[in-house]
């Protein structure tokens, strides 16, 4: 599967064609205003965000900030702001790199690379006998492997990072869905699933329930 690039550009000529030389190599949506990145973020998953900083309806930095809250999705920004204070602001406030405008699409092409191999690098984590690739959604234990959905992938990674945490289900929702979350019974539902495939792939962990607060990880 191609990596999903999320552009928030609201330039009418720049954003439109970065979407249409990335779609060769990714896949690509662009959203124009701040509003409109929230709500597809609220939904889907990004391996990359190319952000600019003058939006319409606020500045990019305050959508780095808020992202930073529950996901360390990688942030390339984009920005015309050239000055060494505008480019340490943007990278303080939780963006990985930063490339000030006009630039080569070769250049773009570099660092879009760099970023999706440094986190492809650190894509998995194990705990006790088990292991979670979160480029592939697989999970294992010895030669039993299973696939995972998206969201029980970032569940299931979430809790492996930090066992015998208990996350409450507002903890769990606002990691999966950022600002627009549902009003749903999701995260049981999920965390039922992922109990079966823990025990059908053999891992020792276990997700228990506690009543009334939450749910923890343990081996």
Same mark, same amino acid.
């Given at each position: 599967?191609?990596?999903?690039?999320?552009?928030?550009?609201?330039?009418?000529?720049?954003?439109?064609?970065?979407?249409?030389?990335?779609?060769?190599?990714?896949?690509? $949506? $662009?959203?124009?205003?701040?509003?409109?990145?929230?709500?597809?973020?609220?939904?889907?998953?990004?391996? =990359?965000?190319?952000?600019? /900083?003058?939006?319409?309806?606020?500045?990019?930095?305050?959508?780095?900030?808020?992202?930073?809250?529950?996901?360390?999705?990688?942030?390339?920004? /984009?920005?015309?702001?050239?000055?060494?204070?505008?480019?340490?602001?943007?990278?303080?406030?939780?963006?990985?790199?930063?490339?000030?405008?006009?630039?080569?699409?070769?250049? /773009?092409?570099?660092?879009?690379?760099?970023? /999706?191999? %440094?986190?492809?690098?650190?894509?998995?984590?194990?705990?006790?006998?088990?292991?979670?690739?979160?480029?592939?959604?697989?999970?294992?234990?010895?030669?039993?492997?299973? &696939?995972?959905?998206?969201?029980?992938?970032? &569940? =299931?990674?979430?809790?492996?990072?930090?066992?015998?945490?208990?996350?409450? %289900?507002?903890?769990?929702?606002?990691?999966?869905?950022?600002?627009?979350?549902?009003?749903?019974?999701?995260?049981?539902? %999920?965390?039922?699933?992922?109990?079966?495939?823990?025990?059908?792939?053999?891992?020792?962990?276990?997700?228990?329930?506690?009543?009334?607060?939450?749910?923890?990880?343990?081996?």
């Amino acid at each position: 599967m191609l990596p999903q690039i999320l552009i928030v550009e609201d330039d009418p000529h720049l954003g439109p064609l970065l979407r249409e030389y990335l779609s060769a190599d990714y896949q690509v $949506h $662009h959203a124009p205003t701040l509003k409109d990145a929230q709500g597809w973020l609220g939904t889907h998953s990004a391996q =990359l965000i190319l952000l600019d /900083l003058n939006l319409p309806d606020g500045d990019g930095l305050d959508l780095v900030q808020s992202l930073r809250q529950f996901s360390s999705t990688p942030v390339l920004i /984009l920005s015309a702001r050239s000055a060494v204070g505008e480019r340490v602001a943007g990278l303080n406030a939780g963006a990985d790199d930063y490339l000030t405008k006009p630039f080569a699409m070769p250049e /773009l092409d570099a660092r879009i690379g760099a970023l /999706l191999r %440094r986190t492809a690098a650190g894509g998995g984590v194990s705990l006790g006998n088990t292991s979670l690739s979160t480029s592939s959604l697989t999970l294992s234990v010895d030669d039993h492997e299973t &696939i995972l959905t998206e969201h029980e992938a970032r &569940i =299931l990674e979430l809790m492996m990072r930090t066992p015998d945490r208990v996350f409450s %289900r507002g903890d769990i929702e606002s990691h999966l869905y950022g600002w627009d979350t549902p009003n749903s019974n999701s995260v049981e539902v %999920r965390i039922s699933q992922l109990r079966k495939k823990l025990s059908q792939v053999g891992s020792e962990l276990r997700i228990r329930t506690i009543r009334n607060v939450g749910y923890v990880l343990q081996s």
